[in-house]
């Protein structure tokens, strides 16, 4: 969760939209790609890049946005 005490509440909350800029960007290349391009079954192809964003939302939330400072 954000914590609206801390500082750098504005760097986590930008960090946070940047990630998921980055992994909808990551869905649609994905879709674009083994629909349009490979002609493999669209919710094949869909299932396949929701499971690619769920890891990679959840891997840039754990190891960039949400990450313990030391003090």
């Known amino acids: 969760m954000f914590g609206s005490t801390d ?9 946070f939209t940047g990630g998921r800029l980055f992994t909808l960007g990551a869905e649609e290349m994905i879709l674009w790609f083994g629909i349009d391009v490979l002609d493999i079954n669209a919710m094949f192809i869909k299932v396949i890049a929701q499971i690619v964003v769920i890891v ?15 003090s």
């Open 7 to 15: 500082p750098g509440v504005l760097r986590e909350a930008m960090a």
């Open 56 to 70: 990679g939302n959840y891997v840039i939330s754990k190891w960039f946005v949400f990450r313990r400072r030391r």
